[in-house]
């Protein structure tokens, strides 16, 4: 069967992490940048791909399989729009969806309209473990689920908040680092009903939160907490637990726990914890049983279902819709904390 051909829409930081995911893939073949850089002319140049100017450009000039759009948060609906327009059947675009409520559905009834495949690159749902997780849980291994408690706290570099973008809102921890958490949440443990929060500005002074502490309800009724914050080192965080990220430190400590009535479950690192007896209690021993699950580079698994979508193989696992609703429950949380109200989703 023919390569799948694709088209990338901003070559920068995360979109060289799809580059390096399609590279390694026989069945893909990138074609076309579209980025205005010098950084991003000189990388298909090296590559002996065209780079165009904006989406627009390259969907007149060449008609890929598939485009990626990997450009900043606040560009993902006009590049979204412009490419399902400009005849584009598959499309992956980067977390979040859009920027807001409004854009996010715009793109999903755009997308319906024009018979247009739009994904939504949560890579996270792509591990085994968060499979393996959801499988537990569904599967009644804990029980009934009562409650889940999670953080992602870590100290980012100062380097890091150098651009004075990313000391606004729209580049603070809630909307960058929380709606990967947010949506792996609701994968695993279903719908979120309703968010309250509390946010904190106690360190920076940015207009971006330094932490905020999040309670969740979800529709089956189980409950959650939730603290994320880029101003407090601690070995608590997915990167940490995982080693995803090469640049991040490997510590192997989890950052999420599952409680149910007959068990618990940590996570990512899965870890199951029982009592020996179905109707165990707190004077009884409990031990936790490790569940070894494979690790892989997740972006390669997403490039590799974006193909098999482009050649009809699968159906879209993470659609425009699903990801529409991790972007609410995590506007939700800025919108809880800045009213003062509990969010209805």
């Known amino acids: 069967m023919a390569q799948v051909k694709i088209g990338l829409v901003g070559a920068g930081n995360i979109g060289q992490r799809h580059i390096m995911a399609i590279d390694q893939l026989e069945a893909a073949e990138l074609i076309a940048f579209a980025d205005p850089s010098e950084a991003a002319q000189a990388k298909a140049a090296s590559r ?24 900043p948060t606040e560009r993902h609906h006009r590049d979204a729009i412009t490419c399902i327009e400009g005849g584009c059947k598959n499309l992956l675009v980067e977390k979040p969806i859009a920027a807001s409520d409004k854009e996010a559905e715009e793109i999903v009834r755009a997308g319906e309209k024009a018979g247009c495949n739009v994904m939504v690159a949560h890579q996270r749902r792509y591990y085994p473990c968060a499979a393996k997780a959801k499988e537990l849980i569904d599967s009644g291994a804990i029980g009934t689920l009562i409650g889940v408690t999670g953080q992602w706290s870590l100290r980012k570099d ?103 009535s007959k068990g618990a479950l940590e996570f990512p690192n899965l ?49 425009a819709q699903d990801a529409s609703l991790s972007l609410k429950a995590t506007l939700a949380v800025t919108q809880a904390a800045n009213t003062g109200r509990k969010i209805t989703l």
């Open 48 to 71: 002996a791909i065209p780079c165009y100017g904006d989406a627009a450009e390259m969907l007149e000039a060449c008609t890929p399989d598939a485009v990626i759009i990997a450009t």
């Open 158 to 260: 100062e380097a890091y908040y150098a651009p004075q973008w990313r000391r606004k809102t729209k580049a603070g921890p809630i909307l960058t680092n929380l709606i990967h958490e947010l949506d792996l949440l609701r994968f695993i443990c279903g719908e979120i009903e309703a968010v309250s929060a509390y946010i904190s500005h106690i360190d920076q002074h940015f207009e971006k939160e330094d932490a905020v502490a999040i309670s969740l309800q979800f529709k089956n009724q189980a409950v959650g907490s939730f603290f994320l914050s880029d101003r407090t080192p601690s070995p608590w965080g997915w990167e940490f637990a995982l080693g995803e990220n090469l640049a991040l430190p490997k510590t192997g400590q989890n950052a999420i726990r599952f409680m149910g």
């Open 271 to 319: 870890v199951l914890w029982q009592h020996d007896s179905p109707d165990g209690h707190w004077q009884q021993p409990i031990s936790g049983q490790p569940i070894e699950t494979d690790f892989i580079d997740a972006y390669i698994a997403q490039a590799a279902h974006l193909c098999a979508v482009v050649q009809k193989k699968a159906e879209p696992f993470i659609a």
